[in-house]
T-cell receptor, first 109, second 113 residues
Framework: QKEVEQNSGPLSVPEGAIASLNCTYS??????FFWYRQYSGKSPELIMS????GDKEDGRFTAQLNKASQYVSLLIRDSQPSDSATYLC?????????FGTGTRLQVFP | DAGITQSPRHKVTETGTPVTLRCHQT?????MYWYRQDPGHGLRLIHY???????DKGEVSDGYSVSRSKTEDFLLTLESATSSQTSVYFC????????????FGQGTRLTVV
């Protein structure tokens, strides 16, 4: 079992819709969770971090964490074509930062 | 943006030759990481460092070694490059405690022919 798992997609949503991205992790001791966005040919950039159960909102982005279910999600409201990218879930496990394989999101006009 | 510089940015090398990639940071971050990124595999951790001379293996460490003699520099060495090590390599740094995110360098595209 991989430590961090994501559906590779692509996830296609129309402009203006809500995109929902999901991630599961295997280590119950994990304490820090991150979502990164990566455009093709570019470096990953952080968009959200979350550390406790519940929701965390930042603009059009909402991260959700459920430690009991070992589940992290990212919601993107009012999706725009510029949101088309690969979204990487990352989990800190002691000193290591482990990434999922990423979900490719396509937002079409 | 965190001051993280990777060098070289692009490299083509022959099978069997040694290769060293450099990551330099100006942020005084304690943690440094080397990842490789391949289609379908996402970012896979090669090695990481949690301080000067303190390093440990990640999930895909075979064929790679690292050194960190100064806070600001983290070197990744391919002892004898193979075609399977053709990839994009990313360095990342993190301040130190478990709540801090990692910042990435621009990446190095390595081709082994």
């Amino acid at each position: 079992q991989k430590e961090v798992e994501q559906n590779s997609g692509p996830l296609s949503v129309p402009e203006g819709a809500i995109a929902s991205l999901n991630c599961t992790y295997s280590d119950r001791g994990s304490q820090s969770f991150f979502w990164y966005r990566q455009y093709s040919g570019k470096s990953p950039e952080l968009i959200m971090s979350i550390y406790s159960n519940g929701d965390k909102e930042d603009g059009r982005f909402t991260a959700q964490l459920n430690k009991a279910s070992q589940y992290v999600s990212l919601l993107i409201r009012d999706s725009q074509p510029s949101d088309s990218a690969t979204y990487l879930c990352a989990v800190r496990i002691t000193d290591k930062l482990i990434f999922g394989t990423g979900t490719r999101l396509q937002v079409f006009p | 943006d965190a001051g993280i510089t990777q060098s070289p940015r692009h490299k083509v090398t022959e099978t069997g030759t040694p290769v060293t990639l450099r990551c330099h940071q100006t942020e005084n971050h304690r943690y440094m990481y080397w990842y490789r990124q391949d289609p379908g595999h996402g970012l896979r951790l090669i090695h990481y460092s949690y301080g000067v001379k303190d390093t440990d293996k990640g999930e895909v460490s075979d064929g790679y070694s690292v050194s960190r003699s100064k806070t600001e520099d983290f070197l990744l060495t391919l002892e004898s490059a193979t075609s399977s090590q053709t990839s994009v390599y990313f360095c990342a740094t993190s301040y130190g405690d478990s709540t801090t995110e990692a910042f990435f360098g621009q990446g190095t595209r390595l081709t082994v022919v």
